[in-house]
């Protein structure tokens, strides 16, 4: 009887454990939904500079704009052609495509206001 009621309370005790410790959200799961997210914007922002580009612009990009690049940058005084200079310190999106020249610089770096993804200007490449 002893060994029946040490087993029934064993049990109990270990689907206690393992329901308790299994959860709905692994936190592993959190931080690839978040980097998914991320990236998911990443690639929008990133295609809204490309659909913002004049046809001339988009025709020396060398590929998509699934190969152009990332940054955050604050924006300062003489770092492009930039239209709406209420941006100069301020932090924005730098799109830094690819172009077909063999020529160095062999990239096109554009500017994007973080609030609206509104084209701001071209900066200057080295």
Avoid: H
């Amino acid at each position: 009887m002893k060994k029946i009621t040490l087993l029934i309370i064993s049990s109990v005790i270990a689907l206690v454990l393992l329901a308790g410790c299994s959860s709905t959200k692994n936190p592993s799961n959190i931080i690839n939904e978040t980097r998914a997210n991320t990236a998911t914007k990443s690639q929008d922002i990133r295609e809204t500079a490309y659909n913002q580009l004049p046809s001339r612009d988009k025709e020396k990009i060398d590929g998509t704009w699934k190969d152009s690049r990332l940054d955050k940058i604050t924006l300062k005084e003489g770092m492009g052609i930039i239209s709406d200079k209420s941006y100069i310190g301020k932090e924005v999106y730098l799109v830094d495509f690819p172009i077909k020249t063999k020529a160095i610089p062999n990239n096109m770096i554009v500017y994007l206001s973080t609030d609206t993804n509104e084209f701001l200007g071209y900066g200057l490449v080295e």
